[in-house]
Nanobody, 120 residues
Framework: QVQLVESGGGLVQPGGSLRLSCAAS????????MGWYRQAPGKERELVAG??????NYGDFVKGRFTISRDNAKNTVYLQMNSLKPEDTAVYYC???????????????WGQGTQVTVSS
């Protein structure tokens, strides 16, 4: 069974920083894509950042404040968030598009989510 375990959320003041981590565990054969989405109350889930085959994509709202990185040896993705704003408050979800060791196809997997609250 595959699990995505997130850590690093919490409460931070405006202008502060947080670093999120997400580790994929289980019998994984290959990970095509890893990234982060977020969902604020009353809003749709949106892409924050993703890495696919070495290509990095960011949501338009990031504007140079966040940096995504990935450690392939550890099946782990990180999100460094700087200059946080109150509007960044949301539940942040880790996402992976991967193939399990016993499967022939890729599928989407999600973490349980970690709360990020930006408030003074």
């Amino acid at each position: 069974q595959v699990q995505l375990v997130e850590s690093g959320g919490g409460l931070v003041q405006p202008g502060g920083s947080l670093r999120l981590s997400c580790a994929a565990s289980g019998r994984i054969s290959s990970i095509e894509d890893m990234g982060w989405y977020r969902q604020a109350p009353g809003k749709e889930r949106e892409l924050v950042a993703g890495i696919t085959s070495g290509k990095i994509n960011y949501g338009d709202f990031v504007k140079g404040r966040f940096t995504i990185s990935r450690d392939n040896a550890k099946n782990t993705v990180y999100l460094q968030m700087n200059s946080l704003k109150p509007e960044d408050t949301a539940v942040y979800y880790c996402h992976a598009y991967l193939r399990r060791a016993t499967m022939l196809i890729y599928d989407h997997y999600w973490g349980q989510g970690t709360q990020v609250t930006v408030s003074s």
